[in-house]
Structure formats: structure tokens, C-alpha cells
């Protein structure tokens, strides 16, 4: 006997998205199958909270695309002081998954392709509601066979005071002209120091950057923005 699914309640979904026709797509796939769900819509953060300052969703989609991953970071954390408990997703077309593990680590619970279904996207759902990280069954293949290339890495050598200063402002999304000006240094001298730290750390990007740092304990007050 063909079983029904089984939709766990949830009363409202908040989507952020700059692209009208996915959102328009995204609340039809929505309502299809849970009819009484309440949606909310924006663009962005700001207009989010603008229009919907008395609003806590349960479960806030944001779409990636175009964002990269200090932005996606930056901004979940601002979700999160916007509605606390509320259960956060990411859906993009991202080529790699490498960063899905820091990401469920410290701001995300789920990750949805571009391409999702309604059965991913209740299946996410469900997941979120309970409390669960969700992703789909590809995706979840990928990880659990994947070895994660920071279990390779060799134990770092200690950054100098200056190299902290500098790995806090990149963390933070600086450019290092940026980082020149905050720090009154040239900017020759930032890129030199830019580069020892990738050396030391042997990492080639910021997110693991920001890994490495926190595995070890860095002064992570100066990597808060600001």
C-alpha cells in the first residue's frame, strides 16, 4: 500500500533571494504540498528585517549564488541575530562541496542544489523542523567518501602578532589595500605578510584559513566584524 508522506509542521518559511522568477518558483514548490504554510520574501538582509522586523521564521532559505564564502558566513550571522532560532539553508550550484563541512559546522543546517524537487526540499524541511543538518543523498555520498584535505595538513607555525591582525581583516572579507590603510602599513608589506601566512598554514583560501585558525585556538576577537 502506497504510504502519504509525512510533513512535519512548520507555520513560516522566510526566502531570500535576489532573483524574482526563483523565488516565484520556490513558493510554488513550497505551496504544492504544504498549503497552510505562511512564506515571506526578500531580496536581501536589509529588506528582510525592514519588512519583517516582527516576524521569526522557523526555517530562513537563502539562495548563494554569487555570494562567496565569507559573505554566505557573514550574513547567516546576522540571520541569526535577526531570528535566533531559526533553522537556516543554503541552495546555490556550487562546483565544490569542500566548504559544506565548515559551513555546518558553524552556520548552516542545510544545503540544497539550484536544482532541488519538491521531495528535497520537503525532506529538508523536515530535517530543519527536527533539528537536523540536512543534504541530499548525492551530496551526502560525496562527503561521508571525500577525505577532507585538512586532515593532511601539518600542525602550523605561530603567527606573529602582525599576521594575526592580518588574518583577522581577511577573515573579515578585507582587500589588502583595505588591510593597508587599517593597519597604516604599504601595501606591498600586507601582501608579504598575506602570503607568510598561507605558508605557515599551509592552506590556499580563507575559509580554511579560519578553520585552522579556530582548531588552534587563535585570538578569534580580532577576526569578529566589526
Known amino acids: ?3 502519504s508522506p509525512t510533513y512535519t509542521n512548520v507555520e513560516l518559511i522566510a526566502i531570500v533571494d535576489p532573483r524574482p522568477i526563483f523565488k516565484r518558483g520556490f513558493r510554488e514548490t513550497l505551496v504544492q504540498t504544504r498549503k497552510s504554510l505562511e512564506i515571506i520574501e526578500a531580496s536581501n538582509y536589509p529588506e528582510l528585517e525592514r519588512n519583517h522586523t516582527d516576524r521569526a521564521p522557523e526555517i530562513i532559505f537563502i539562495s548563494g549564488t554569487d555570494l562567496s564564502d565569507i559573505e554566505i558566513i557573514n550574513l547567516t550571522s546576522r540571520l541569526r541575530r535577526y531570528s535566533p532560532l531559526a533553522a537556516i539553508a543554503i541552495y546555490d550550484n556550487r562546483k565544490s562541496i569542500d566548504f559544506l563541512l565548515t559551513f555546518f559546522k558553524d552556520s548552516i543546517g542545510g544545503y540544497l542544489p539550484d536544482d532541488f524537487d519538491a521531495r ?11 533539528g537536523l543538518h540536512y543534504v541530499n543523498s548525492e551530496i551526502a555520498y560525496q562527503l561521508i567518501t571525500k577525505k577532507s584535505s585538512l586532515k593532511k595538513q601539518p600542525r602550523t607555525r605561530l603567527l606573529s602578532a ?8 581577511l577573515i573579515r572579507g578585507l582587500s589588502t ?3 593597508a590603510h587599517v593597519l597604516d602599513r604599504r601595501s606591498s608589506t600586507i601582501s608579504t605578510v598575506k602570503s607568510n601566512i598561507y605558508r605557515k598554514t599551509n592552506v590556499h583560501n580563507i575559509i580554511d584559513l579560519a578553520v585552522i585558525l ?4 587563535a585570538p578569534f576577537g580580532a577576526f569578529e566584524e566589526k
Open 162 to 169: 602582525l599576521e594575526i591582525k592580518v588574518a583577522g581583516c
Open 177 to 179: 589595500s583595505e588591510i
Open 120 to 130: 528535497d526540499l520537503d525532506m529538508c524541511i523536515n530535517s530543519l523542523a527536527a
Open 214 to 217: 579556530k582548531k588552534q585556538d
Open 1 to 3: 500500500m502506497k504510504m
